[in-house]
Nanobody
Framework: QVQLVESGGGLVQAGGSLRLSCAASGFTASRYAMSWYRQTPGKERELVASISAGGSTNYADSVKGRFTISRDNAKNTVYLQMNSLKSEDTAVYYC????WGWGQGTQVTVSS
């Protein structure tokens, strides 16, 4: 059974940091591109960061220099390190695995 389980969300003050985790099961995540998206009420889900099977990364302009996507293949897990958080980063963050689908999401709330 394929599963993507996000964790690590929460409430943090502006300027703080959080690290999101996306634990994959039922498939080998290292063989696929993995992405983090976020969504706020009334808006479309937007791409935050992605990492290819080869390790190439891509970031939305709004998070470049603040967020880092990485993967631990031994743990079948993808991470999103978020630093210098801003109130506009408040959203539900979703993990996506190419071909396999989405996780359930984790809430990130940044207080100003």
């Amino acid at each position: 059974q394929v599963q993507l389980v996000e964790s690590g969300g929460g409430l943090v003050q502006a300027g703080g940091s959080l690290r999101l985790s996306c634990a994959a099961s039922g498939f080998t995540a290292s063989r696929y591109a993995m992405s983090w998206y976020r969504q706020t009420p009334g808006k479309e889900r937007e791409l935050v960061a992605s990492i290819s099977a080869g390790g190439s990364t891509n970031y939305a302009d709004s998070v470049k220099g603040r967020f880092t996507i990485s993967r631990d293949n031994a743990k079948n897990t993808v991470y999103l390190q978020m630093n210098s958080l801003k109130s506009e980063d408040t959203a539900v963050y979703y993990c996506k695995a190419t071909f396999w689908g989405w996780g359930q999401g984790t809430q990130v709330t940044v207080s100003s």
